[in-house]
Nanobody
Framework: QMQLVESGGGLVQAGGSLRLSCAASARTFSSYSMGWFRQAPGKEREFVAGIRWSGTSTFYADSVRGRFTISRDIAKNTVYLQMNSLKPEDTAVYYC??????????WGQGTQVTVSS
């Protein structure tokens, strides 16, 4: 079992930055691929960014590539999502996930990100 706890969401103006953190409980954290997903009101949950368990590969949705960066700190059992140049359309609940990026096994409770115009 793994528990994921997100933090770092909030309200920011367009063009601003936020860094989301996701703390994982499992000692096997380093063996999991990790991802960030988001869900805006009235829309389906969508993939935002992912990092392979090895940490050697990262993946991004076209809508965030070049603005968001995913990273992980194995020693802290934490994965991050640095979000720069935020846009109002980035407003959503952001979820951390662990497991295969196509269908994660574990999910966090989500953290709200609101970008005002």
């Amino acid at each position: 079992q793994m528990q994921l706890v997100e933090s770092g969401g909030g309200l920011v103006q367009a063009g601003g930055s936020l860094r989301l953190s996701c703390a994982a409980s499992a000692r096997t954290f380093s063996s999991y691929s990790m991802g960030w997903f988001r869900q805006a009101p009235g829309k389906e949950r969508e993939f935002v960014a992912g990092i392979r368990w090895s940490g050697t590969s990262t993946f991004y949705a076209d809508s965030v590539r070049g603005r968001f960066t995913i990273s992980r700190d194995i020693a802290k059992n934490t994965v991050y999502l640095q979000m720069n140049s935020l846009k109002p359309e980035d407003t959503a609940v952001y979820y951390c996930a662990a497991g295969p990026l196509s269908k994660p096994d574990y999910w966090g409770q989500g953290t709200q990100v609101t970008v005002s115009s």
